[in-house]
């Protein structure tokens, strides 16, 4: 049974959270979450991805991802497919942009 625990988690137990699409697929796992200072909230999530011969990090805004329990099984389902994000904008570990990049989706 799938139970919804969107309520509170520490930041440091979403590192390394694995995504998945809403069909199962492995997409990748969390690096880490961009804070906007002025406001206090997630600006987004940095997600890990590996693909044909790529590694990138993808900058995608909190909102698009969905927490899911599954028994002990904790896991982020993202609306996306591995296509999409192969071809989807990646930065640097060492250059992270200043906010997600809202149309993550539309350019791949």
């Known amino acids: 049974m799938k139970v919804d625990i969107r309520k509170t988690i520490r930041a440091r137990d ?15 796992e969390i ?4 804070i906007n200072l002025d406001t ?3 600006a987004y999530a940095a997600l890990r991805f590996e693909g044909w011969f790529q590694r990138k990090l993808i900058a995608i805004p909190w909102s698009e991802f969905n927490e899911t329990l599954d028994g002990n099984d904790r896991y982020f389902i993202l609306n ?3 296509k999409i994000l192969r071809s989807a904008p990646g930065f640097h570990r060492d250059a992270w942009p200043a906010k997600a990049f809202r149309d993550w989706e539309e350019k791949a």
């Open 40 to 42: 206090g909230k997630i």
């Open 31 to 34: 690096e880490d979450i961009a």
């Open 80 to 82: 996306a497919t591995r």
């Open 14 to 28: 979403i590192a390394d959270t694995p995504v998945k699409s809403p069909e199962m697929e492995e997409l990748g």
